[in-house]
Structures are given as structure tokens and as C-alpha cells.
């Protein structure tokens, strides 16, 4: 099955700086990489997704970066915000993989 | 589409009782997920269906966990007995093949069991 890696597991910035979340994974065959944010008390949504043909994919203050050869995606925060402030989670799956398995969450602070 | 739907909201249930969560996917999608989740664990994967079917279960626990899904509007997890440990809050999720886009979640259900 997909091993899925997380780091860091807690990041703390000061509004306005930017945020960076590495995930690694072992399936080569995995074609779909998410990222969710699970604010508190709430369930993770979907925020940003990157297929495997495309190296990079922006919304507005959000991006995505995938490196295929070396088996790992992350997610760019820039000017953070206090309302970015949640557990994010990546879950790469496809190809021979259909086990939609979680990372074990990254808790993003952003002091104002 | 009202997105995925779990009820009950929360329960509450005292020790060696029969609990019963119950998930209503998004229509045409094809694979459904339970996961739990506490603060020591994160977000455990414990069984998932493909077409009503389930595929695999080596996330379950223990017997005491089960799940089924009749057909592809409904599914339920069992918990029988249900001890405090169980305590977490379990959500429900659909999507597509994986692969071909997102997960999308219902709101959970908290489950303490006293």
C-alpha cells in the first residue's frame, strides 16, 4: 500500500509570511495529488489538487508543486492569514492505488 | 447534491451497547470510505467499498467493527459492544475513482462511549 509522509507535522508563522507542507509517498504509480485542510471541529475539505502531468498549480494565494521523480508534492501558503490556520492533509492516490490513504496532518498557526 | 450525509450528528452510548452510524454518499460515486479520527491517531482508514462491494477491510480494528453497504445510497458502521476506546469521531467519504478527483466528506459523527 501508499506510505504517505507529512512534514512538518506542526508549523507556526506570522501572518503574512509564507507556509510550506512536503508530502512524500512510495506508490510511483499514483497519478492524483490533494491537498485537504480539516479546520477545527469541522471536516477536511479539499483545497488544491495537481494531476500528474502538470508540475505546478496556483489559486490565487494557494499552489501546489509535484516532483514525480523524487515522489513528493507540496502545498505553498503565501501571505497567511489567521483563517489559514487548520491541519492539512494530503492523500496522493491513483494508478494502483486505490486505497485513499491520509497523511497524518500538518497543524498550520498563524499568529496575527 | 446535499454532499455526504452521516447521521447521527453526535451519540453518546454507554459501554458494551450496539452503535450504529449510517452514511449517505454523493449519487454516482462509486467508492465510499470510513475513516476515524482521533488526536493520537489522525485520520485512520478502516474499510472502503467499490461499487457496494467491500475491498478492504485490514483497517477495522477489531470484530467488533463492521460495515456494509446494501446498496449504493446507503452504508453503516456497527460498533458491538462498543468501549471507550472506540471514543473518536468517524467520518464517511465518497468520491470518484481515485485518481479521477477529489474525496468528498460528510460532517462526522462524535461517538463517546462511556
Known amino acids: 500500500g501508499e506510505n504517505v509522509e507529512q512534514h512538518p507535522s506542526t508549523l507556526s508563522v506570522q501572518e503574512g509570511d509564507s507556509a510550506v507542507i512536503k508530502c512524500t509517498y512510495s506508490d510511483s504509480a499514483s497519478n492524483y495529488f490533494p491537498w485537504y485542510k480539516q479546520e477545527l471541529g469541522k471536516r477536511p475539505q479539499l483545497i488544491i489538487d495537481?494531476?500528474?502531468?502538470?508540475g505546478e498549480k496556483k489559486d490565487q494565494r494557494i499552489a501546489v508543486t509535484l516532483n514525480k521523480t523524487a515522489k513528493h508534492f507540496s502545498l505553498h501558503i503565501t501571505e497567511t492569514q489567521p483563517e489559514d490556520s487548520a491541519v492539512y492533509f494530503c492523500?496522493?492516490?491513483?494508478?494502483?492505488?486505490?486505497?485513499?490513504?491520509f497523511g497524518k496532518g500538518t497543524l498550520l498557526t498563524v499568529n496575527p | 447534491d446535499a454532499g455526504v450525509i452521516q447521521s447521527p450528528r453526535h451519540e453518546v452510548t454507554e459501554m458494551g451497547q450496539e452503535v450504529t452510524l449510517r452514511c449517505k454518499p454523493i449519487s454516482g460515486h462509486d467508492y465510499l470510505f470510513w475513516y476515524r479520527q482521533t488526536m493520537m491517531r489522525g485520520l485512520e482508514l478502516l474499510i472502503y467499498f467499490n461499487n457496494n462491494v467491500p475491498i478492504d477491510d485490514s483497517g477495522m480494528p477489531e470484530d467488533r467493527f463492521s460495515a456494509k453497504m446494501p446498496n449504493a445510497s446507503f452504508s453503516t458502521l456497527k460498533i458491538q459492544p462498543s468501549e471507550p476506546r472506540d471514543s473518536a469521531v468517524y467520518f464517511c467519504?465518497?468520491?470518484?475513482?481515485?485518481?479521477?478527483?477529489?474525496?468528498?466528506f460528510g460532517q462526522g459523527t462524535r461517538l463517546t462511549v462511556v
Open positions: 492523500a496522493p492516490t491513483g494508478g494502483s492505488n486505490y486505497k485513499l490513504t
Open positions: 495537481i494531476r500528474s502531468n502538470v
Open positions: 467519504a465518497s468520491s470518484p475513482p481515485p485518481g479521477q478527483g477529489a474525496a468528498f
